[in-house]
């Protein structure tokens, strides 16, 4: 288990609750059971109490956890059939971003999603997430191939942002981002978005352009990271809390402007301590949002997708 900065008390006493059971099983006879038992009691109360009243930096911190499980996860996990489709039949396939045909509950769709990776080297293979130009280029094809067939796209999305680096600029990163924004309003099928993770800058928003928008409860969705946000107004990246407190990143500050739909409930400790369950959750999430829009006509969809965009200015002025 990888624990967080704010979790450190709740590793110590694992950790000794797991150095007890260690102790016993090296020494024939020796009874720790109680001991151990007392131990995972307290520990399993101090995660009720850590996880019932997370600030919004610490929520960034669980949304960024390493063993959250990732978008190939997910498609593994709740769709059949996957067929992958690479490429962007421009410069290259991007490795950020991965998508392809599918069945959902047996319903053909279109999936496309960010992946961070799980480990050194696919992370690196992945640029953690960070799709470039090509990413967003492939992810039209496929809204294109959904749109021409009339195929549901479901997005998972988990991305710190768009690959700022010099060649993506080169190759038009904030046009292929905003032609993918573009593309997603005007398609005329169901479009369910998902932040499972981090949904970061316009590298979300790409994604996120849906007739519905659901969020992990630990997840987080933002126009800049705390971090970002501090260097430019405190030129101070150590103030990411404040910053993070300001920017209203959290699925329930979001709910409330009108930005997301719904909040997927994580098991306690986050999506981390328990993926299957939290894996579950999100597929029982995607069938309610699908049969919401089902049977609805294509100029429909697009008109509700548009409207719900442009109120969302409306509601946060309110809010």
């Given amino acids: 288990m990888n624990y967080l900065e704010f979790e450190k008390p709740l590793a110590e006493i694992e950790g000794k609750a797991e150095e007890l059971r260690a102790m016993a099983r090296g020494s024939a006879g020796m009874d720790v059971t109680s001991e151990a038992e007392g131990l995972d009691r307290k520990a399993d109360q101090m995660l009720k109490d850590l996880y019932k009243g997370l600030n919004a930096w610490q929520k960034c ?8 499980p990732h ?12 067929t992958a489709l690479a ?4 410069f290259a396939d ?3 971003v991965m998508g392809g045909l599918a069945r959902f509950n047996d319903t053909p769709v279109v999936v496309i999603g960010h992946e961070k990776g799980n480990d050194t080297k696919s992370r690196i293979e992945r640029n953690f997430g960070m799709a470039r130009p090509e990413g967003y280029r492939k992810a039209i094809r496929l809204m294109d191939m959904a749109d021409k067939f009339r195929l549901p796209v479901i997005t998972l999305v988990d991305t710190p942002g768009a690959y700022p680096g010099k060649g993506a600029e080169e190759r038009g990163q904030s046009e292929a981002i905003a032609k993918a924004t573009e593309r997603s309003l005007g398609l005329g099928v169901p479009v369910i978005s998902v932040i499972i993770g981090e949904g970061g800058s316009g590298g979300a928003v790409a994604f996120a352009t849906a007739n519905r928008i659901a969020m992990l409860e ?3 969705y933002s126009v800049i990271s705390p971090e970002g946000c501090a260097s430019i107004l405190w030129k101070d990246s150590e103030k990411m809390r404040e910053a993070a407190e300001a920017l209203r990143l959290t699925a329930q500050d979001l709910q409330k402007l009108g930005v997301i739909d719904r909040i997927v409930k994580e098991p306690l400790g986050g999506a981390q301590r328990g993926r299957k369950e939290a894996i579950d959750a999100v597929g029982r999430a995607i069938e309610a949002m699908l049969k919401e829009l089902s049977g609805k006509k294509p100029d429909t969809l697009i008109k509700d997708r548009r409207e719900k965009f442009l109120d969302m200015g409306a509601k946060g002025l309110a809010a």
């Fill in 71 to 82: 978008c190939q996860e997910y498609i593994e996990a709740l769709f059949t059939e996957y």
């Fill in 218 to 220: 630990h997840s987080i």
């Fill in 94 to 96: 991007d490795h950020a």
């Fill in 87 to 90: 490429g962007d039949r421009n």
């Fill in 61 to 68: 911190q669980v949304a960024r956890h390493p063993d959250r």
